[in-house]
Nanobody, 123 residues
Framework: QVQLVESGGGLVQAGGSLRLSCAAS????????MGWFRQGTGKEREFVAG????????TYADSVKGSFTISGDNANNTVYLQMNSLKPEDTAEYYC????????????????WGQGTQVTVSS
């Protein structure tokens, strides 16, 4: 049983930083990719960043390039999302997801999901 547990969300002022964590368990993840998605109130879930465990290849949405960094700790099966220069429009519930194969921009491509962690950026 794959389990993904996010943590690290909270309230931060615009321009501030947060680091989200996603602890994965229940499987050997070497053939998986991990993605971070977010969903604001009344909005569709959107891709933020992804990383492929096998070689560390990372992918970012254009809206977060240069501000967010995804990284992985293979030894602890944990994926991080470092978010800098946060803006009010980054406010959303952030989800970690896992899929076999390469990173995908589409939520439907991911089989496993965490419960989400709320990020609120005040202006």
């Amino acid at each position: 049983q794959v389990q993904l547990v996010e943590s690290g969300g909270g309230l931060v002022q615009a321009g501030g930083s947060l680091r989200l964590s996603c602890a994965a368990s229940g499987r050997t993840f070497s053939s998986y990719s991990m993605g971070w998605f977010r969903q604001g109130t009344g909005k569709e879930r959107e891709f933020v960043a992804g990383i492929r465990w096998s070689d560390g290849t990372t992918t970012y949405a254009d809206s977060v390039k240069g501000s967010f960094t995804i990284s992985g700790d293979n030894a602890n099966n944990t994926v991080y999302l470092q978010m800098n220069s946060l803006k009010p429009e980054d406010t959303a519930e952030y989800y970690c997801a896992a899929r076999v194969g390469g990173t995908s921009y589409f939520p439907s491509a991911y089989k496993y999901w965490g419960q989400g962690t709320q990020v609120t950026v005040s202006s």
